[in-house]
């Protein structure tokens, strides 16, 4: 069983930059991705990179001020969070993919999940 652990959240003012961490206790051998959810809202993707790092994918809400990537060598995954807005505001989960996927936007194609990490932005 893969466990995966986040850390990195916190609390910034709107317009600052974080960066979280998802380290994993064994090789995942796939896809890894972000999500979030804020209250009353369903999880929303945010992130998605392949097994070599290769291939990135982000939601429009994000892209330009986000960043993925991954260090296989230290199991390990990122989130580069810059030009942060309130409504980013929400609980980032780490998931792990361990087959092909197609539907990587999708929280159902992935297998394992972090308990999550708060982010809060403040105006």
């Known amino acids: 069983q893969v466990q995966l652990l986040e850390s990195g959240g916190g609390l910034v003012q709107a317009g600052g930059s974080l960066r979280l961490s998802c380290a994993a206790s064994?090789?995942?051998?796939?896809?890894m991705g972000w999500f979030r959810q804020a209250p009353g809202k369903e999880r929303e993707f945010v992130a998605f990179i392949n097994w070599n790092g290769g291939t990135t994918y982000y939601a429009e809400s994000v892209k330009g001020r986000f960043t993925i990537s991954r260090d296989n060598a230290k199991n390990t995954v990122y989130l580069q969070m810059n030009s942060l807005k309130p409504e980013d505001t929400a609980v980032y989960y780490c998931s792990a993919g361990t087959r092909r996927m197609t539907s990587y936007n999708l929280p159902e194609a992935y297998d394992y999940w972090g308990q999550g990490t708060q982010v809060t932005v403040s105006s």
């Open positions: 064994e090789r995942t051998f796939g896809s």
